[in-house]
Structures are given as C-alpha cells and as structure tokens.
C-alpha cells in the first residue's frame, strides 16, 4: 500500500515540476493576439463570399445577355416580298333610271293558281274514352332484337312480350327500338321507352 502512495506522490512532484518549467499558454497578451487572429478569419471570409457574389451576378448577367441574343436572334423578322400591284381596269355601270327599273321588273300576273300536291298524313289516336282506359305504365326494362322472339319489355316490374295483353283491353302489340307499341280498342297508341304513360284524367 505504502508503495502505492510513493508512487502517486513521486508523479505529482513531477507534474508539478513540469508545470513550473513550462510557461501559461493562455495570458493576456495571447488572448489579444487570438481575438485579432480571429478578425483576420472574418474579413477573409467576407471577401471570399463578396468574391463569389461578384462571379455568380456577372455569371447571371453574361447569360441574360446571351439568352436575350438568342432570342433576338430567332425573333428576327422575316422578310416577306412586296405585293406586286396590277392595275383593274373599271367597267362604268350602265345607269338606269327609276322608271325604267320599275318597268323592267314588273311581276307579271299568274294566270294558273299554284296547287301544291303534297301528301297530307292524318294523325290517328285513340278516342279520349279509349286513352282513359290506359292505367300508369312505367318502362322499368326494354330489350330490342331483330328477332321477334328475343325482344322483351318490363312494365310496372312485369317481364312482357309481344302479343301479352297488359290489362284485359290493352294489348302489348310490338315492341320497337324507342319504346313499345300497345293496341286499346283496336287502336294502335306508341309509347316510349323513356317517358312511359301516365293516365288521363
């Protein structure tokens, strides 16, 4: 244990020996030499970044100028050649007084009537006692083929075909591309696939 002791106390007698042989690192006179050290440190690198900032503005100047030349460049006007002027020669107009514009385009008289021929279609539709007979008829589904067997119509949620009777006097008689065609007291009524029936009052 007493060697331990030794030994400790011989290695701070040598530290303190060391100590008193070196002279303080850290002193007033240090402190000012760092602190003016250390503005030397700033004011190179405020040149520094004044040098950069000078390159980068005439870096971006001198590329404006050659982006502006480019487009000048591109934007040049073309040159288009100058119409060439030929001469019309101007016929003067024949002048024509009042009197004789009226005489020339007097109408003339139609001595036979005009009759048109056109086929007049009448439109026939069930009497009014026949369309009360009708109830509401809401088109829920509406299939259409070119084969009579495969077209099928749902009415008020009932599947259909043709040749069905919808009451005991309105018969399903063809189912068409636009909607269904029914038969009420022999008449024919067509009815569409988008609008339905509502009944008459």
Known sequence: MSYILDALKKSQ????????????????????????????????????????????????????????????????PQLVPKPVMTEQVIEPRE???????????????????????????????PP?????????LVINSHIYSGLASKRSVTINNKSQREGDYLTSEILLKEITPKGIVIEVDGWPLSISRQQGWQPIP
């Open 13 to 76: 007698e040598e530290r303190a020996a060391i100590n008193q042989e070196l002279p303080a690192v850290f002193s007033e006179g240090n402190d000012k030499a760092s602190a003016s050290g250390l503005g030397v440190v700033v004011l190179i690198l405020v040149l520094v970044l004044a040098i950069l900032g000078l390159v980068y503005y005439l870096s971006v100047q001198s590329f404006s100028q050659v982006e502006s030349d480019i487009l000048y460049l591109e934007t040049e």
């Open 95 to 125: 002048v024509v007084t009042l009197d004789e514009r009226v005489d020339k385009y007097t109408p003339q008289t139609i001595t036979e009537p005009i009759i048109s021929k056109g086929v007049v279609e009448e439109r026939k539709l």
């Open 128 to 136: 009014l006692t026949s369309l009360r007979k009708i109830p509401v």
